[in-house]
């Protein structure tokens, strides 16, 4: 069993930045592929970005040169640096343990025009 806590979100102006974290504990020791996912309103979830226990990562295209995905091993904490954000990056954003299934309950993030 693995739990995931999001933290971070809040509100910003387009071109600003904010940085996402997911806490995670439980059994914790075999977790390789962390992601984040976000869900606009009124939209399907997509995903935003992976990264594997030896920090390989990939992006969506809508958010590549200004996301950036990192984690922490030794912590188990995954973040998500969002720079240059846009009205179009306003979702919930959930981290996401896929070897588990395991899902956060999500953080907000809302960019104002």
């Known amino acids: 069993q693995v739990q995931l806590v999001e933290s971070g979100g809040g509100w910003v102006q387009a071109g600003g930045s904010l940085t996402l974290s997911c806490a995670a504990s439980?059994?914790?020791?075999?977790?390789?592929?962390m992601a984040w996912y976000r869900r606009a309103s009124g939209k399907p979830r997509d995903l935003v970005a992976t990264i594997t226990s030896g920090s390989s990562t990939n992006y969506a295209d809508s958010v590549k040169g200004r996301f950036t995905i990192s984690r922490d091993n030794g912590k188990n904490t995954v973040h998500l640096q969002m720079n240059n954000l846009k009205p179009e990056d306003t979702a919930v954003y959930y981290c996401n343990a896929p070897d588990y299934a395991a899902w956060g309950r999500g953080t907000r993030v809302t960019v104002a025009a």
């Open positions: 439980g059994t914790t020791l075999s977790i390789n592929t």
